[in-house]
Protein backbone atom coordinates (compact mmCIF):
# COMPACT_ATOMS: atom_id res chain seq x y z
CA UNK A 1 0.00 0.00 0.00
CA UNK A 2 3.00 1.88 0.26
CA UNK A 3 2.79 2.99 -3.58
CA UNK A 4 -0.71 4.04 -2.95
CA UNK A 5 0.28 6.75 -0.38
CA UNK A 6 -0.46 10.43 -1.12
CA UNK A 7 3.20 11.32 -1.06
CA UNK A 8 4.36 8.56 -3.24
CA UNK A 9 1.22 9.55 -5.92
CA UNK A 10 3.14 13.38 -6.19
CA UNK A 11 -0.66 14.52 -4.79
CA UNK A 12 -0.34 17.19 -2.02
CA UNK A 13 -2.16 16.70 1.26
CA UNK A 14 -3.64 18.67 3.84
CA UNK A 15 -0.65 20.70 6.31
CA UNK A 16 -0.70 18.51 9.61
CA UNK A 17 0.56 22.02 11.68
CA UNK A 18 0.03 25.42 11.29
CA UNK A 19 3.86 26.12 10.38
CA UNK A 20 3.46 23.48 7.62
CA UNK A 21 2.17 24.71 4.06
CA UNK A 22 -0.70 22.91 2.32
CA UNK A 23 -0.79 21.25 -1.14
CA UNK A 24 -3.02 22.11 -3.81
CA UNK A 25 -5.48 19.15 -2.93
CA UNK A 26 -5.05 19.81 0.40
CA UNK A 27 -7.68 22.59 0.90
CA UNK A 28 -11.45 22.67 1.42
CA UNK A 29 -11.63 24.44 -1.43
CA UNK A 30 -9.80 21.44 -3.76
CA UNK A 31 -12.72 18.62 -2.14
CA UNK A 32 -15.35 21.21 -3.69
CA UNK A 33 -13.37 21.67 -6.72
CA UNK A 34 -13.08 17.80 -7.33
CA UNK A 35 -16.66 17.02 -5.98
CA UNK A 36 -17.73 19.38 -9.16
CA UNK A 37 -16.16 17.80 -11.55
CA UNK A 38 -17.43 14.57 -10.74
CA UNK A 39 -20.69 15.96 -10.94
CA UNK A 40 -19.93 17.42 -14.31
CA UNK A 41 -19.10 14.52 -15.41
CA UNK A 42 -21.98 12.39 -14.24
CA UNK A 43 -24.21 15.36 -15.95
CA UNK A 44 -22.07 15.10 -18.94
CA UNK A 45 -22.41 11.09 -19.20
CA UNK A 46 -26.16 11.05 -18.55
CA UNK A 47 -26.43 13.75 -21.70
CA UNK A 48 -24.89 11.51 -23.36
CA UNK A 49 -27.03 8.20 -23.07
CA UNK A 50 -30.34 10.33 -23.55
CA UNK A 51 -28.76 11.11 -27.17
CA UNK A 52 -28.37 7.67 -27.42
CA UNK A 53 -31.72 6.79 -26.34
CA UNK A 54 -32.83 9.49 -28.47
CA UNK A 55 -31.42 8.56 -31.76
CA UNK A 56 -32.31 4.62 -31.35
CA UNK A 57 -35.96 5.64 -30.95
CA UNK A 58 -35.86 7.85 -33.80
CA UNK A 59 -34.14 5.09 -35.98
CA UNK A 60 -36.65 2.09 -35.01
CA UNK A 61 -39.95 4.43 -35.53
CA UNK A 62 -38.39 5.45 -39.42
CA UNK A 63 -38.11 1.42 -39.51
CA UNK A 64 -41.47 1.16 -38.46
CA UNK A 65 -43.02 3.95 -40.44
CA UNK A 66 -41.14 2.59 -43.26
CA UNK A 67 -42.66 -1.01 -42.83
CA UNK A 68 -46.16 0.16 -42.99
CA UNK A 69 -45.39 2.26 -45.42
CA UNK A 70 -44.16 -1.22 -47.59
CA UNK A 71 -47.15 -2.70 -46.34
CA UNK A 72 -49.53 -0.49 -48.18
CA UNK A 73 -47.38 0.38 -51.55
CA UNK A 74 -47.57 -3.26 -51.93
CA UNK A 75 -50.83 -4.13 -51.53
CA UNK A 76 -51.75 -1.54 -53.85
CA UNK A 77 -49.18 -2.55 -56.42
CA UNK A 78 -49.54 -6.21 -55.98
CA UNK A 79 -45.67 -6.45 -55.00
CA UNK A 80 -44.98 -5.68 -58.51
CA UNK A 81 -41.80 -3.60 -59.86
CA UNK A 82 -43.28 -0.78 -59.02
CA UNK A 83 -42.82 -2.01 -55.05
CA UNK A 84 -39.32 -3.08 -55.61
CA UNK A 85 -38.28 -0.05 -56.69
CA UNK A 86 -40.74 1.91 -53.62
CA UNK A 87 -38.88 -0.08 -51.40
CA UNK A 88 -35.47 0.17 -52.25
CA UNK A 89 -35.73 3.78 -52.12
CA UNK A 90 -37.68 3.65 -48.85
CA UNK A 91 -35.34 1.40 -46.97
CA UNK A 92 -31.85 3.35 -48.37
CA UNK A 93 -33.06 6.03 -46.85
CA UNK A 94 -33.63 4.32 -43.61
CA UNK A 95 -30.22 2.30 -43.78
CA UNK A 96 -28.89 6.03 -44.14
CA UNK A 97 -30.68 6.55 -41.03
CA UNK A 98 -29.20 3.77 -39.20
CA UNK A 99 -25.77 3.56 -40.19
CA UNK A 100 -25.81 7.70 -38.72
CA UNK A 101 -27.59 6.00 -36.09
CA UNK A 102 -24.83 3.48 -35.42
CA UNK A 103 -22.09 5.85 -35.67
CA UNK A 104 -23.20 8.26 -33.44
CA UNK A 105 -23.90 5.01 -30.93
CA UNK A 106 -20.20 4.06 -31.29
CA UNK A 107 -19.10 7.33 -30.47
CA UNK A 108 -21.11 7.87 -27.46
CA UNK A 109 -20.06 4.83 -26.11
CA UNK A 110 -16.64 6.10 -26.09
CA UNK A 111 -16.89 8.75 -25.01
CA UNK A 112 -18.97 7.43 -21.80
CA UNK A 113 -15.60 5.38 -21.95
CA UNK A 114 -13.57 9.04 -21.77
CA UNK A 115 -16.21 9.88 -18.47
CA UNK A 116 -15.84 6.86 -16.50
CA UNK A 117 -12.20 7.31 -16.69
CA UNK A 118 -12.07 10.52 -15.43
CA UNK A 119 -14.40 9.75 -12.58
CA UNK A 120 -12.36 6.35 -11.62
CA UNK A 121 -9.06 8.83 -11.71
CA UNK A 122 -11.54 11.16 -9.18
CA UNK A 123 -11.93 8.33 -7.11
CA UNK A 124 -8.00 7.31 -7.09
CA UNK A 125 -7.87 10.56 -6.11
CA UNK A 126 -10.36 10.64 -2.99
CA UNK A 127 -8.63 7.12 -2.09
CA UNK A 128 -5.07 8.75 -1.78
CA UNK A 129 -6.44 11.68 0.33
CA UNK A 130 -8.33 9.31 2.69
CA UNK A 131 -6.23 5.92 2.34
CA UNK A 132 -9.22 3.24 3.29
CA UNK A 133 -11.95 4.59 1.31
CA UNK A 134 -11.84 2.93 -1.32
CA UNK A 135 -13.01 -0.41 0.28
CA UNK A 136 -16.29 1.40 0.31
CA UNK A 137 -16.63 2.15 -3.47
CA UNK A 138 -18.24 -0.68 -5.63
CA UNK A 139 -16.78 1.46 -8.39
CA UNK A 140 -13.21 1.64 -9.95
CA UNK A 141 -10.45 4.12 -8.72
CA UNK A 142 -7.93 2.96 -11.67
CA UNK A 143 -7.77 3.52 -15.50
CA UNK A 144 -7.05 0.31 -16.22
CA UNK A 145 -9.56 -2.43 -17.77
CA UNK A 146 -9.74 -3.96 -14.33
CA UNK A 147 -10.98 -0.09 -13.12
CA UNK A 148 -13.57 0.02 -15.82
CA UNK A 149 -14.92 -3.42 -15.76
CA UNK A 150 -15.34 -2.59 -12.11
CA UNK A 151 -16.98 0.75 -12.97
CA UNK A 152 -19.34 -0.71 -15.74
CA UNK A 153 -20.28 -3.44 -13.39
CA UNK A 154 -19.25 -5.68 -16.38
CA UNK A 155 -18.89 -9.37 -16.42
CA UNK A 156 -17.60 -11.76 -18.70
CA UNK A 157 -18.19 -9.58 -21.38
CA UNK A 158 -14.92 -9.33 -23.48
CA UNK A 159 -14.47 -13.23 -24.08
CA UNK A 160 -14.86 -14.82 -27.11
CA UNK A 161 -18.30 -16.90 -26.23
CA UNK A 162 -19.76 -13.45 -25.34
CA UNK A 163 -22.44 -12.28 -26.60
CA UNK A 164 -22.73 -8.67 -24.99
CA UNK A 165 -21.31 -7.10 -28.43
CA UNK A 166 -25.09 -7.84 -29.97
CA UNK A 167 -26.83 -6.74 -27.18
CA UNK A 168 -25.46 -3.51 -26.84
CA UNK A 169 -27.64 -0.85 -28.26
CA UNK A 170 -24.65 0.03 -31.25
CA UNK A 171 -24.34 -3.89 -31.88
CA UNK A 172 -28.76 -4.03 -32.31
CA UNK A 173 -28.65 -0.97 -34.60
CA UNK A 174 -25.53 -2.28 -36.39
CA UNK A 175 -27.66 -5.94 -36.67
CA UNK A 176 -30.93 -4.04 -37.63
CA UNK A 177 -28.54 -2.09 -40.13
CA UNK A 178 -26.99 -5.17 -41.70
CA UNK A 179 -29.97 -7.06 -42.25
CA UNK A 180 -31.65 -3.83 -43.82
CA UNK A 181 -28.55 -4.07 -46.08
CA UNK A 182 -29.42 -7.42 -47.04
CA UNK A 183 -32.59 -7.01 -47.91
CA UNK A 184 -31.31 -4.02 -50.32
CA UNK A 185 -29.44 -6.32 -51.79
CA UNK A 186 -31.67 -8.92 -52.29
CA UNK A 187 -34.37 -7.09 -53.84
CA UNK A 188 -32.43 -5.58 -56.13
CA UNK A 189 -30.74 -8.66 -57.08
CA UNK A 190 -34.19 -10.12 -57.91
CA UNK A 191 -34.70 -7.72 -60.93
CA UNK A 192 -32.29 -9.61 -62.32
CA UNK A 193 -32.08 -13.13 -60.84
CA UNK A 194 -34.04 -16.05 -59.48
CA UNK A 195 -35.60 -15.81 -55.91
CA UNK A 196 -32.82 -17.97 -54.82
CA UNK A 197 -30.19 -16.71 -56.07
CA UNK A 198 -31.21 -13.45 -54.59
CA UNK A 199 -31.75 -14.76 -51.23
CA UNK A 200 -27.61 -15.27 -51.42
CA UNK A 201 -26.76 -11.94 -52.41
CA UNK A 202 -29.11 -11.28 -50.12
CA UNK A 203 -27.21 -12.91 -47.13
CA UNK A 204 -24.07 -12.09 -48.68
CA UNK A 205 -24.90 -8.21 -47.97
CA UNK A 206 -25.50 -8.33 -44.93
CA UNK A 207 -22.47 -10.38 -43.90
CA UNK A 208 -20.36 -8.14 -45.80
CA UNK A 209 -22.34 -4.94 -43.82
CA UNK A 210 -22.15 -6.14 -40.35
CA UNK A 211 -18.61 -7.05 -40.82
CA UNK A 212 -17.60 -3.23 -41.99
CA UNK A 213 -19.70 -2.00 -38.56
CA UNK A 214 -17.43 -4.47 -36.48
CA UNK A 215 -14.35 -3.29 -38.02
CA UNK A 216 -15.33 0.56 -37.62
CA UNK A 217 -16.56 0.19 -34.17
CA UNK A 218 -13.00 -1.59 -33.47
CA UNK A 219 -10.72 0.62 -35.29
CA UNK A 220 -12.82 4.22 -33.75
CA UNK A 221 -12.45 2.67 -30.03
CA UNK A 222 -8.67 1.96 -30.60
CA UNK A 223 -8.01 5.53 -32.26
CA UNK A 224 -10.31 6.86 -29.17
CA UNK A 225 -8.05 5.18 -26.91
CA UNK A 226 -5.15 6.08 -28.46
CA UNK A 227 -5.91 9.54 -28.26
CA UNK A 228 -7.44 9.54 -24.85
CA UNK A 229 -3.93 8.01 -23.19
CA UNK A 230 -1.96 10.44 -24.94
CA UNK A 231 -4.20 12.77 -23.50
CA UNK A 232 -4.05 11.23 -20.06
CA UNK A 233 -0.12 10.94 -20.44
CA UNK A 234 0.15 14.79 -21.37
CA UNK A 235 -1.20 15.65 -18.52
CA UNK A 236 0.75 13.62 -16.42
CA UNK A 237 3.49 15.48 -18.00
CA UNK A 238 2.60 18.92 -17.70
CA UNK A 239 1.65 18.00 -13.55
CA UNK A 240 4.87 16.35 -12.95
CA UNK A 241 6.60 19.97 -14.63
CA UNK A 242 4.74 21.96 -12.42
CA UNK A 243 5.75 20.14 -9.16
CA UNK A 244 8.98 20.49 -10.42
CA UNK A 245 8.85 24.00 -11.28
CA UNK A 246 7.13 24.73 -7.71
CA UNK A 247 8.06 26.06 -4.37
CA UNK A 248 10.31 23.23 -2.49
Known amino acids: MTSEMPGASGIDVP ?3 PGQK ?3 LGSARAAQFLATEHWSLLATRSMSWNESFARSSMFLTSLSTATVALALVGSATDFGEAF ?3 AVIVLA ?3 FVGVATFVRLVQVNNEDLYWVAGMNRLRGIYARLEPGIDDEFVTGTTLDPTGFGQTYGAVDVTGFTSLHMFVTTPGMIGTICAVLAGVIGGLASLQFAPMAPAIGVGLLVAAIAAAMF ?4 RRDAE ?3 GRMIRFQDARAERAGTRR ?3 PR
Open 15 to 17: ADS
Open 22 to 24: AGP
Open 84 to 86: VVF
Open 93 to 95: ITL
Open 214 to 217: VTYA
Open 223 to 225: GYL
Open 244 to 246: ADG
